[in-house]
């Protein structure tokens, strides 16, 4: 296995575009999580599937973030309408129960 | 909720010698699992060490171990024998198992520095 996989690596936007990111996680992972990461900062939590469920999203999406995870194997995150805040690192990461996480190299996006 | 604090941003050691990195948490889990994971300068994020909270013996990985006081909510990471690719962002992360919600909770990480 090639380990968890992200695409694009680098995404530059203007803003009010709306745009798609994938990550094609560990095949035999039924967790698969999506983070957000700024300069300096730790990841933060956006959302978590198990299997194509998604269980838990934070409050800190707004209702312009929508995931999904069809058939319980890739996962897409769509941005619309995009805000200068948008500007981050976006983590794909998957796992087994109890193993945290196994992360992609990432999705910088940036919002001009 | 959980929390995680580390409270070194930033820290250097020289190259060969032993740095200790300190990792407190917060949690009303009785069962949850605790890691530190390494993040180069542009590169992607790498599991180095993994406790479960209910093992009292504290997790070994080659130079990488942990001092896991659990009473304390105390998790701090040792590197032995450091080498100049230990260079990073390191963060200490908490992931609860139970009550439905599944999803690490990070600290804001230290910066490590080996200098030759």
């Known amino acids: 296995d090639t380990g968890v996989s992200q695409d694009p690596r680098h995404k530059i936007t203007k803003r009010g575009q709306n745009v798609t990111f994938r990550c094609d996680p560990i095949?035999?992972?039924?967790?698969l999580y999506w983070y957000r990461q700024t300069l300096g900062q730790g990841p933060e939590f956006l959302t978590y599937f198990q299997n194509e469920a998604q269980l838990e999203k934070s409050r800190l999406l707004s209702d312009r973030f929508s995931a999904e995870r069809p058939k319980g194997s890739f996962s897409t995150l769509e941005i619309q309408r995009t805000e200068q805040g948008d500007s981050a690192m976006y983590l794909c990461a998957s796992s087994l129960f109890g193993q945290g996480g196994f992360f992609g190299q990432g999705t910088r996006l940036t919002v001009v | 909720a959980q929390t995680v604090t580390q409270s070194q941003p930033e820290m250097s050691v020289q190259e060969a010698e032993t740095v200790t990195l300190s990792c407190t948490y917060d949690t009303s889990e009785s069962n949850y699992y605790l890691f530190w994971y390494k993040q180069p300068p542009s590169r992607q994020m790498i599991l180095v060490i993994r406790q479960e909270a209910y093992k009292q013996q504290n997790a070994t990985e080659n130079r990488f171990s942990v001092n896991f006081q659990k009473a304390a909510k105390s998790f701090s990471l040792k590197i032995s024998d450091s080498q100049l690719g230990d260079t990073a962002m390191y963060f200490c992360?908490?992931?609860?198992?139970?009550?439905?919600?599944?999803?690490?909770?990070f600290g804001k990480g230290t910066k490590l520095t080996v200098n030759p």
């Open positions: 095949s035999e992972h039924n967790r």
């Open positions: 992360a908490s992931l609860p198992t139970q009550g439905g919600s599944e999803k690490l909770v």
